[in-house]
């Protein structure tokens, strides 16, 4: 094992029996089942409160999920000779969902259900969010005003230029209509009373996966798997399921038909609340793809600016349209 970092596995208890480079990580043949080997630069406090969370979910037998495997020293951090941190994880030797089958997209909507009900029944009454992790991140009304903010620094950038690319013409063509959305959508917030729902969340520690997709699903021939689980915060679960949703519905130009039965497949497991559903409309009015690219483009070099990014935008801005017919589908056939 010559691969960087693969000395700390002595620190384990198992045996290796061969190791492959994955994507950051190394993976682990093992006489206990498959690991993965990864850099750590995480403090020791959030690793061992989602270790916590990790075991006692995987307990329940309910969802398999990548446990953090303790060294020989019942540590979860080991530490390489040149001072580089470790962390060994169990892993699944399965398949990641077709993004391209309504049946294995149905399957991902319901794990996530069953993944939230899992996470909900435990006991947490100790667990506390990373005080490193500003909690504000995941707030959606801090979240889209700051995003919004963003959108109009951009726009009187771009109106302050003389010369303007195609790029910068293009964006002040379709401003005023996804600007509009974003305001439509955090005055809907307020409407619903988010607030409140946001701390009812925390104060009864709603655990969110914070970065639930198809990457981090496992599929076997009679399991399902959840790992990565870095993102893990304190929330409004509903915001899981949009993301979700949203990745999923991109990869099939958000098709009605394909998100109702999404939607239906993650409420048969773990009913959503008309409050949630009216979070869900929010999230899905608001314009996050658009502030995405205008994000990367104030953020990178515009004296250049690469043809792909135009590309972009334009399918971005197409994409918004369908989305925009999916929710008024979506509120039409599921709101009560």
């Not at 303790?70 to 951090?77: K, M, S, T, V």
């Not at 439509?184 to 917030?189: D, F, Q, R, T, V």
Request: charged share 30%; aromatic share 12%.
């Amino acid at each position: 094992m010559n691969e960087k970092g693969t000395a700390v596995l002595e620190q384990y208890t198992f045996q290796v029996i061969r190791t492959m480079r994955g994507r950051g990580v190394i993976l682990c043949d093992t006489n206990a089942g498959l690991k993965i080997l990864k850099e750590y630069r995480g403090t020791s406090g959030r690793i061992e409160r989602e270790a916590a969370i990790l075991k006692a979910i995987a307990s329940t037998r309910q969802v398999r999920v990548d446990t953090v495997v303790e060294n020989a020293a019942g540590e979860l951090i080991s530490t390489d000779s040149d001072g580089t941190n470790y962390i060994v994880k169990d892993w699944y030797g399965g398949q990641n969902p077709d993004m391209s089958d309504p049946k294995d997209l149905a399957k991902g909507a319901a794990l996530l259900a069953r993944l939230h009900n899992c996470m909900n029944e435990l006991q947490l009454a100790n667990w506390r969010p990373d005080p490193n992790r500003p909690e504000t991140d995941w707030n959606l009304d801090v979240q889209m005003k700051r995003r919004t903010k963003e959108l109009k620094r951009v726009y009187n950038f771009i109106q302050g230029k003389r010369r303007k690319l195609e790029f910068e013409r293009r964006v002040l063509q379709y401003f005023d209509e996804n600007y509009a959305e974003a305001q439509e959508a955090i005055a809907m917030l307020t409407e619903i009373g988010y607030d409140d729902m946001y701390q009812n969340a925390v104060g009864c520690t709603q655990i969110c996966h914070g970065s639930y997709n198809y990457h981090n699903i496992y599929f076997g021939n009679d399991w399902q798997a959840v790992v990565n689980f870095g993102k893990m915060h304190v929330g409004l679960q509903i915001q899981d399921f949009y993301g979700y949703l949203r990745k999923a519905m991109e990869k099939n130009q958000w098709d009605p038909e394909l998100g109702l039965e999404l939607y239906h497949a993650y409420d048969k497991v773990r009913r959503v609340s008309g409050e949630e559903q009216q979070v869900l409309l929010v999230l899905l009015r608001y314009p996050e793809k658009f502030w995405k690219v205008l994000n990367y483009y104030f953020n990178t070099n515009k004296v250049w600016i690469n043809e792909r990014n135009l590309e972009k935008l334009e399918k971005v801005c197409r994409q918004q349209k369908l989305k925009k017919e999916f929710t008024l589908f979506l509120e039409k056939n599921v709101i009560r």
